[in-house]
DNA sequence: GAATATTAGTTGTTTTTGTAACTAACAAGG
DNA sequence: CCTTGTTAGTTACAAAAACAACTAATATTC
């Protein structure tokens, strides 16, 4: 009658995900918030553009999976920082090409070589291989392949 | 000079982490949300109590690595819809302990029930033994092994 | 054993997010 | 064209989270 199989919360995934992932965040966010005070949209939109180049909104928020108002008033607070710049689409009015100015791109190349470090000292905490299967699943999990 | 590495957003951990996590909350979520109007802290509260017993917000609070405050809003409402009685502990009386009502037991059977289903239809996404592994570096980047 | 510091939990205020409704531009069909 | 529908992005309002300040009880220390 009673379930006796080894269900637990702490092994419940999507539990586990968000510990996992407000763990890290919070660790790596002690590393840049302070220094540019962006908050993570923001970080995302910034990384968006200075790695895969100019686009629009739209564009960041179907790669990003973030929602489109949280991709507008990312991309204000950017602007306004004049961390990135909006020019109107030639062919479409309603878009904008968003792109990063030269602030912008020395933010960019600041927090990367952050990011980069971060990321490579938590890769650190795992074996050769087991790193790339768990970027591997984390990306099937996230939606991010299909 | 350039940097050449295969740093790649889509591979930045913390990037990775926060959409699995989030993808699959929200999925999850909608499988629950609507069944009983839980909030997800009120769902961790529930479930720290179903499955490790009667304790106090602190307990919680340090296992799930919540603040107090989202806790103590949680067990507010908690409390509000009779899933949860407060007691004033004895020997300190700050402190109350938390326990489930019988309704509460009844809305974590069912509650967990849709959480194993829901966690073995993740499963069923990586082969033997990829998902024992996941769910250990999990834990390993959430700091739970600690 | 009074003065001080800590702790459990709450409450109030500010940020941030989620959701819906909106504007302006475009697209298609008649 | 001109009505109807769709799309890019913004704005307004409601829900939730973060943070700070608070109360009341307990520990500590002199």
């Known amino acids: 009658m009673t ?3 080894a269900f637990d919360l702490q092994n419940f995934l999507p539990y586990l995900l968000n510990q996992a992932a407000e763990q890290s965040s919070l660790e790596f966010q002690r590393i840049y918030k302070d220094r540019y005070g962006l908050l993570r949209t923001e970080w995302r939109v910034l990384f968006h553009l200075g790695m895969y180049g100019d686009m629009t909104a739209k564009e960041i928020g179907a790669r990003a999976l973030t929602h489109k108002t949280k991709i507008s008033r990312a991309v204000s607070r950017l602007a306004q920082r004049r961390y990135i710049t909006r020019t109107r689409s030639e062919n479409d009015r309603r878009a904008e090409l968003l792109a990063l100015t030269p602030a912008g791109q020395g933010v960019y190349q600041e927090l990367r070589g952050i990011a ?10 795992f074996s050769r291989g087991e790193g790339a299967l768990l970027r591997m699943m984390l990306r099937r999990l996230a939606g991010l392949d299909d």
Chains 1, 2 share one sequence.
């Open 3 to 5: 379930k006796n199989d």
């Open 116 to 125: 980069e470090d971060y990321d490579a000292r938590l890769e650190r905490r």
